[in-house]
């Protein structure tokens, strides 16, 4: 498209791209292309300018929870069932350009000097984008796409993500104001099964929820978001998780929640945990609930903790591993597992186990125990739910 001399005069005097200067960019070329191409025009440069460009179409498709560009151009999304490449390809002066204006809509800076990001784009999509020589070939762009509205417990059972049964069992977890954990691996739903589960607290109570980066969509009258900042180009600047975690005790909260622990808040977490503040949680990266333990020793070491203070802490602070996991591109909570205090420390007990859709509910030992924590019958819940019953749950987000 050939822009006017006016045009390039409104770029000249560094007028900042807007939805008003955009309209009025396609408005200025209506002699040029008719009144008919005036509001495709207008279209197609506000996705160049304003969005995201190629990547639009694939963020805006039903069921995307993730959209890449890899160094070698290709765009690749993630529709609930794995990485697909797709038909659309990037040079890499494209891609960097891409990237560095995305990391400009985030509010960061992007180039040699900083040549990695991770932020929120105004859409409430994550970005992280990086740059060569760090990654190989051209820029590299992810997108973590969020879920379209809140999710709730109800709605999770009913794609099939939670058990049945397992509802009344999470839910229960909520309303005793039990603290717990969400455990999995990349994508497996952690950020969307812990959004759904606050959303089941009492309207009544204070959320402060401390991020990295804002993902937690939670529906519930009365959250208080805390963001960290990384450090600017000086190296000055820096609000850590560790902060955010102590200013949070301050904040008057009912539950103090910490959406991804992956380093030295976790001394804070579990500080504030053991300090009154009853119904904690967050996420954790995690192969299986009894692994869980043993990440919460590797990262307090960050914090300069022994695995014995570790342990001793985690006792007193943890109660519950929800754990959740994806299979055959389908994810699932997979299991439900009580920390139990023992002489030699805490120890996860398994309680429920579920291998997803068209596979029996296990009971572990530790059933009897959390029931009883929960008030629920000692009877577990039982069910089955066949493949043909699971709805696509892709939409359910994948963090």
């Given at each position: 498209?050939?822009?006017?001399?006016?045009?390039?005069?409104?770029v000249r005097e560094g007028v900042v791209p807007g939805p008003d200067a955009v309209a009025a960019v396609a408005a200025q070329e209506q002699g040029a292309l008719g009144a008919t191409r005036v509001a495709a025009t207008r279209s197609a440069l506000g996705a160049r300018v304003l969005g995201a460009g190629?990547?639009?179409?694939?963020l805006a498709e039903p069921g995307v929870t993730d959209v890449a560009v890899n160094g070698d151009g290709w765009v690749w999304v993630d529709r609930g069932a794995g990485m697909e490449r797709t038909t659309d390809h990037l040079d890499p002066a494209d891609a960097r350009t891409l990237a560095v204006r995305l990391a400009g809509l985030a509010g960061r800076r992007l180039d040699e000097a900083s040549p990695w990001v991770d932020g929120q784009l105004p859409s409430g999509?994550?970005?992280?984008?990086?740059?060569?020589?760090?990654?190989?070939?051209?820029a590299h762009v992810t997108i973590r796409v969020p879920p379209s509205r809140s999710v709730s417990l109800a709605s999770l059972a009913a794609r099939g993500m939670v058990p049945p049964g397992w509802e009344a069992v999470l839910e229960a977890l909520v309303r005793r104001r039990l603290a717990f954990v969400v455990s999995g691996g990349t994508g497996a739903g952690k950020t969307t099964l812990l959004a759904a589960l606050l959303s089941a607290c009492d309207p009544l109570e204070r959320l402060l929820v401390v991020e990295d980066v804002r993902e937690l969509r939670v529906e519930h009258p009365h959250v208080v978001r805390l963001e960290a900042r990384p450090a600017n180009v000086e190296g000055v600047g820096e609000v850590t998780l560790s902060t955010l975690v102590r200013q949070a005790l301050r904040m008057r909260p009912d539950r103090i929640v910490v959406g991804e622990v992956r380093g030295g808040e976790v001394r804070d977490l579990l500080t504030a945990l053991n300090t009154g503040h009853e119904g904690g949680c967050g996420t954790v990266h995690a192969n299986e609930p009894t692994d869980v333990l043993a990440r919460f020793e590797a990262l307090g070491a960050l914090a300069g903790l022994s695995p014995s203070a570790v342990r001793s802490q985690v006792s007193a602070a943890l109660d519950v591993v929800v754990h959740v996991a994806r299979s055959r591109g389908v994810r699932h909570v997979r299991a439900v597992a009580l920390l139990r205090r023992g002489d030699r420390g805490p120890r996860v007990e398994p309680a429920l186990a579920w291998a997803g859709p068209g596979s029996e509910q296990q009971v572990g030992p530790g059933w009897p125990h959390l029931a009883a924590r929960l008030g629920l019958p000692s009877s577990p819940p039982t069910g089955r739910l066949?493949?043909?019953?699971?709805?696509a749950d892709s939409s359910a987000g994948a963090a």
């Open positions: 498209m050939s822009l006017s001399p006016a045009v390039w005069e409104r190629p990547l639009d179409a694939w999509a994550r970005l992280h984008a990086m740059l060569p020589p760090l990654v190989e070939g051209g066949s493949a043909q019953q699971v709805g």
